[in-house]
């Protein structure tokens, strides 16, 4: 189950608790359950924050190897200013002979968009950044109480095990912040 708390205007419309969710917070043995519960996330908002520029940025860099590879820019020649401003005259209609090449790009410059940042304050249970391109990131809080949880649990903290986790505990997954998209649908 999502920990939920009113954020600014927004408050939860429906919150579920399965009956699964009171046992393991009545219970003694279930510590690690009301840890993840009772989760202070509001504590762990910078390094969420982080964490989503440090993946936006990650995922600029893949992309631009890709179209390194794909287009292979590492040949690329550097015309002087001058050669190029008499190339583009003579390629002019008046200044046209036979042999004349068609007019190329003078400059391709690139244009640097400014990186965005997150703003710790924006961020929340459920709540993930929004980025113009790819896909949308998993929450952040919901990966760092699954990570966190299968430690409590005994557990090494590796990605297969969370998944497996993930896989065989529906407790587990909505006590770290995972909902169904569906009721049919898994958990995602």
């Known amino acids: 189950m999502l920990t939920l708390q009113p954020i600014g205007s927004k408050i939860p419309l429906i919150q579920l608790i399965e009956s699964d969710d009171r046992a393991l917070l ?13 989760f202070a996330w509001t504590d762990h908002r910078g390094t ?7 993946l936006y940025q990650f995922n ?4 631009e190897k890709r179209v390194e590879r794909f287009l292979g820019i590492n040949n690329v020649t550097v015309e002087a200013k001058e050669e190029a401003m008499q ?4 390629s002019r209609a008046t200044m046209q002979n036979t042999k004349a090449e068609e007019a190329t790009v003078l400059y391709d410059g690139k244009v640097e968009p400014k990186n965005p940042t997150v703003k710790p304050e924006t961020l929340a249970p459920g709540i993930v950044p929004i980025r113009l391109g790819g896909k949308k990131p ?3 809080f919901a990966m760092f109480k699954s990570f966190l949880g299968a430690s409590l649990m005994g557990f090494p ?4 095990t969370v998944h497996s986790l993930l896989n065989s505990n529906p407790s587990f997954v909505r006590v770290c912040g995972f909902a169904p998209k569906e009721e049919t649908d898994p958990f995602v």
Do not use: D, T, V
């Open 26 to 38: 009545s219970s003694p043995e279930a510590e690690g359950y009301k840890i993840l519960y009772y």
């Open 48 to 54: 969420a924050a982080e964490y989503y520029n440090a």
């Open 60 to 63: 600029i860099r893949e992309l």
């Open 87 to 90: 190339r583009l005259l003579f």
């Open 138 to 140: 998993k929450c952040f």
């Open 157 to 160: 903290s590796e990605p297969e």
